[in-house]
């Protein structure tokens, strides 16, 4: 219940392509959805969130598409570009505890 | 831009001996937190801490693990005896504690138990 399950592992995309990644989750008290972002030996730094009233949120190139009957969440890369290549984690969180339940994590790798 | 800042960034100990890690949360924000993150593996949450007490914590968190705020800037985790498994990478976070939850994470201390 408590899990967010997150896919692929890793992703490798052509500069310029789209990397798309999923997480999934059980808990439907979840509120809120944040996307960090993780270089090597760097702590996450937040990217994009969203909250179950919307399905979608853009910010640059950016978007979280949210299917709340799915329980599903992706993040979509457009351009994506070299320096994008990092780990992305995602999370959940709900009302009354501050706590996040991260993802596994997908190790990104954009081809120049 | 605030931070969240840590310190040390990397720590090296013998096993069984106690480690006390430092972090400086954003100086508004009112909730903290500690997170670990085993090499190669997902970010675990260990504890939030708001108004000077434990306001979560997870089976992770076991009495092994204290945390202070010993003043109006720092938060501290401290690990009394540690062990093998204890070899991670430790993050500090701090929220506003307002309906904007986003937390901010600090670049984390290194832990390596011998």
């Known amino acids: 219940q408590q899990q967010v399950k997150q896919s692929p592992q890793s992703l490798i995309v052509q500069k310029g392509g789209i990397s798309i990644i999923n997480c999934a989750y059980e808990?439907?008290?979840?509120?809120?959805f944040p996307w960090y972002q993780q270089f090597p030996g760097k702590g996450p730094a937040l990217l994009i969130a969203?909250?179950?009233?919307?399905s979608e949120k853009k910010e640059g190139r950016f978007t979280i598409s949210f299917n709340k009957s799915a329980k599903q969440f992706s993040l979509h890369i457009m351009d994506s570009q070299p320096g994008d290549s990092a780990t992305y984690f995602c999370a959940a969180s709900r009302a009354g505890t501050y706590k996040y339940i991260f993802g596994t994590g997908t190790r990104l790798k954009v081809l120049a | 831009e605030p931070e969240v800042t840590q310190t040390p960034s990397h720590q090296v100990t013998q096993m069984g001996q106690e480690v006390i890690l430092r972090c400086v949360p954003i100086?508004?924000?009112?909730?903290f937190y500690w997170y670990r993150q085993i090499l190669g593996q997902k970010v675990e949450f260990l504890v939030s801490?708001?108004?000077?007490?434990?306001?979560?914590k997870s089976e992770i968190f076991d009495d092994q693990f204290s945390v202070e705020r010993p003043d109006g800037s720092n938060f501290t985790l401290k690990i009394r005896s540690t062990k093998l498994e204890d070899s991670a990478m430790y993050f500090c976070a701090s929220s506003e504690g307002t309906l904007q939850e986003t937390q901010y994470f600090g670049p984390g201390t290194r832990l390596l138990v011998l």
């Open positions: 808990n439907t008290a979840f509120d809120y």
């Open positions: 100086s508004n924000h009112l909730y």
């Open positions: 969203i909250r179950p009233d919307v």
């Open positions: 801490f708001y108004n000077n007490e434990i306001s979560e």
